[in-house]
T-cell receptor
């Protein structure tokens, strides 16, 4: 399977705990995005990497959130001191940077976080 | 600011009926792209189509067709002869170029389509 993969698929945690999610993009894709989706809403952008550089962060990304993409391959998203409002589906997407502008983004299956 | 409106929250149709999902967008960009994604009950977003604002021709792919009208800022999606497997939430999305290389997508709230056998 050469699609985007995410791990874990589900995470249940208690308020105040730290959690970390992993995303493995399609191997040749240099653009990587994180989105968050709550029930009944469309995904909302969180952050963007081009190769290993984090170039864009949304206002939604509070200082409890941190993301990395070491060596421009997989990416991790960590949430510290989780709150119940963090409960959502966290989606990762990757795309190929070309001169053609906004190429299609391919999404992973998501990590569903539940904060008790 | 970018905005995507999908006014239809839920639609139910009987199998084999045609159905159109509406998408209205707002952007200050003179050139832009539009996307449609499908999110089946399994949860994974599936890319359906990318359309450049230069190209206003309708596009057809099997039972799917898209009608892009720049004059009304709409990019509507029609499924012909719907099937139960078409049941999903459908999202229209508009990329916003940030200047830092990012084309983050602004999504509508989605339209939940239920196809009844």
């Amino acid at each position: 399977d050469t699609g985007v993969s995410q791990d874990p698929r589900h995470k249940i945690t208690k308020r105040g705990q730290n959690v970390t999610f992993r995303c493995d993009p399609i191997s040749e894709h240099n653009r990587l995005y994180w989105y968050r989706q709550t029930l009944g809403q469309g995904p909302e952008f969180l952050t963007y990497f081009q190769n290993e550089a984090q170039l864009e962060k949304s206002r939604l990304l509070s200082d409890r959130f941190s993301a990395e993409r070491p060596k421009g391959s997989f990416s991790t998203l960590e949430i510290q001191r989780t709150e119940q409002g963090d409960s959502a589906m966290y989606l990762c997407a990757s795309s190929l940077a070309t001169s053609g502008g906004a190429n299609e983004q391919f999404f992973g299956p998501g990590t569903r976080l539940t904060v008790l | 600011a970018q905005k995507v409106t999908q006014a239809q929250t839920e639609i139910s149709v009987v199998e084999k009926e045609d159905v159109t999902l509406d998408c209205v967008y707002e952007t200050r960009d003179t050139t832009y792209y539009l996307f449609w994604y499908k999110q089946p009950p399994s949860g994974e977003l599936v890319f359906l189509i990318r359309r450049n604002s230069f190209d206003e021709q309708n596009e057809i792919s099997g039972r799917y067709s898209w009608n892009f009208q720049k004059s009304t800022s709409s990019f509507n999606f029609t499924i012909t002869a719907s099937q139960v497997v078409d049941s999903a939430v459908y999202f229209c999305a508009l990329p916003a170029y940030s200047g830092a290389g990012s084309y983050q997508l602004t999504f509508g709230k989605g339209t939940k389509l239920s196809v009844i056998p």
